[in-house]
């Protein structure tokens, strides 16, 4: 399997600020996702990222709130845009190296105050 | 829509056997998988099974799968107390959902000395 790495683990930020979170991926892949789970909430899927275009984004996500990148097959950022502390949850990045098996990052915990 | 079911909670004696429970509606799920979420960790991919499959053994874990109920079991033998964690059942639908994950709401296993 691949090593999957995020940044910032965790953050503290302010109502009405950004803040953008980094995922990488030690290996090429293909597919590469971001989740978010609200407190003890499941996992709902915010968009899928890909590769040189615009990411698609799932019912009731949209790219101004969250405007993701990926430039290239290892690595992508998400941004939560002018957050409210309604957005405080932990944010997953997810990435698939076969069609049967998916993986995880270790998450980013965010507060806003 | 799709959807995932899992009972929220199981309380087992350390030693004996845990069944985690999960029930999906989606019947053109490709694969579908178990996580293993500890407190403050990302999510850890235990095992999954191929949508033609009835079980899969992986040394304590065993996975039953009944197509026709939609219906997905997790069985962990032996159960320890770093077993305690939550565990969530997660499908992968197929083309036509663009292969995303669907989660149930996660069952919280206590594993009692």
């Known amino acids: 399997s691949a090593v999957i790495s995020q940044k910032p683990s965790r953050d503290i930020c302010q109502r009405g600020t950004s803040l953008t979170i980094q995922c990488q991926v030690d290996s090429q892949v293909t597919m590469m996702f971001w989740y978010r789970q609200q407190p003890g909430q499941s996992l709902t899927l915010i968009a899928t990222?890909?590769?040189?275009?615009?990411?698609?984004?799932e019912s009731g996500f949209v790219i101004d709130k969250f405007p993701i990148s990926r430039p290239n097959l290892t690595f992508s950022t998400l941004t939560v845009s002018n957050m409210s502390p309604e957005d405080s949850s932990i944010y997953l990045c997810?990435?698939?190296?076969?069609?049967?098996?998916?993986?995880f990052g270790p998450g980013t915990r965010l507060t806003v105050l | 829509g799709e959807d995932v079911e899992q009972s929220l909670f199981l309380s087992v004696r350390e030693g004996d056997s845990s069944v985690i429970n999960c029930t999906y509606t989606d019947s053109s799920s490709t694969y579908l998988y178990w996580y293993k979420q500890e407190p403050g960790a990302g999510l850890q991919l235990l095992t999954y099974?191929?949508?033609?499959?009835d079980m899969k053994q992986d040394q304590r874990l065993t996975v039953l799968l009944n197509k026709k109920d939609k219906h997905l079991s997790l069985r962990i033998a032996d159960t320890q107390t770093g077993d305690s964690a939550i565990y969530f059942c997660a499908e992968k639908g197929g083309v036509d959902s663009s292969y995303k994950l669907i989660f149930g709401s996660g069952t919280r296993l206590l594993v009692r000395p």
């Open positions: 990222a890909n590769q040189g275009s615009e990411a698609t984004y």
């Open positions: 099974i191929f949508s033609n499959m």
């Open positions: 997810s990435f698939g190296l076969a069609e049967n098996e998916q993986f």
